[in-house]
């Protein structure tokens, strides 16, 4: 099984998740991220220069809580 990456805990000092349209902004250039990787999936590059899945990201903002290994899709 693949491991995920940690949420980074201060990722939501630099993104907000609109929990009606599902859209990430990126709060320090006011931007909707909508990135793709390869399989399609909107990704975001963190100032720490790693990758996350949108929908990771946005659980940890909507919940508080990292995802860890469960499946968001």
Same mark, same amino acid.
């Given at each position: 099984?693949?491991?995920?990456?940690?949420?980074?805990?201060?990722?939501?000092?630099?993104?907000?998740?609109?929990?009606?349209?599902?859209?990430?902004?990126?709060? !320090? &250039?006011? &931007?909707?991220?909508? &990135?793709?990787? !390869?399989?399609?999936?909107?990704?975001?590059? =963190?100032?720490?220069?790693?990758?996350?899945?949108?929908?990771?990201?946005?659980?940890?903002?909507? &919940?508080?809580?990292?995802?860890?290994?469960?499946?968001? =899709?």
């Amino acid at each position: 099984m693949r491991k995920n990456k940690p949420i980074p805990v201060d990722i939501s000092e630099r993104f907000s998740y609109n929990v009606e349209t599902g859209e990430i902004i990126r709060l !320090s &250039t006011n &931007t909707v991220q909508r &990135t793709k990787n !390869s399989k399609g999936y909107i990704v975001i590059q =963190d100032k720490n220069r790693k990758i996350y899945q949108a929908s990771r990201i946005a659980w940890f903002i909507a &919940t508080g809580e990292d995802p860890g290994n469960m499946l968001i =899709d």
